[in-house]
């Protein structure tokens, strides 16, 4: 069950991912990013990341895809179609750190599977108590914590300011 | 080097959110929309954030890797705000989005 739930949203993810890369327009790109997202999300559910996979779905699929949604809507319809002749130069920058990484991260699990050669098997259990915990623990994360909800604040100021019209360059 | 595409494996997980990074990279090398950029800057975030979750489970160090998940989050969110306000205000300025026009600083 759980490996045909980790093959689903791993094709949603890669398959969205490779149509925001080649689709033509725009808006088709936009509602690619939303299929990748959520197959990240169910990816984390997947890893027993539960409240990481609520908040992206929450965060990413909600907020971030309208905000990229109303930009889309705000901005002139322009043809967005790359002519083919483009991939080629970029595509074999992309192959050249895809081996890279390949290498990279073959190494690494390679020594993690050395490392717990039994086979690691954690038991799966909410993680949003001890992810609250940590956040307003003082020896855990509490200033990075408020640090975020500072810049939060300012960034909400920033993007309304910098958005605002009739301001001359 | 061994590659296993069980999920109860690390290396499933890392090849998906490789190849989740290399689709954001050709994305961003081959666009000249500012809201593509964005599109792809997205994608390669998470699959950071994929990764982080990723060793947190099978790397035993606990939920540390969790906690930083959010943060990227938190930090993608905002930068996806300021980043589209930036972009409106391209297009309030050079009637475009395509950052091959926006040459201001060139003059």
Redesign the interface.
Known sequence: MSVLMFWFFALLAVVGAAMVAFLGRLINSAFALVMALIGVAGLYWTLGADFIGTTQILLYVGGVTVLILYAVMLTPKESTRVPWIRFVPAGVLTLAVGILLLTAFGGVATALNTLHSGGLEQPLEPTAAAIGEAFLDREGYLIPFELASVLLLVVVVGAVFIARRKREV | ???SL???????????S??????????I???R?A??I???V??IL?AA??NF??F?????FG??G??F???I??????E???A??????I???Y????LTETN?MKK
């Open positions: 080097m061994e590659f069980s999920p109860d494996n690390i290396s499933a997980y890392l090849i998906v490789g190849l989740l990074f290399l689709f954001g990279v050709l994305t090398l081959t666009r929309n809201i593509y964005l599109l792809g997205e994608l998470n954030n994929l979750v990723a947190s489970r099978f790397g035993g939920i540390d969790q906690i998940a959010v943060f989050i938190i930090l993608a969110a905002s996806a705000a300021v589209l306000a930036i972009i409106l205000q297009f309030n300025n009637g475009t989005v395509d201001l």
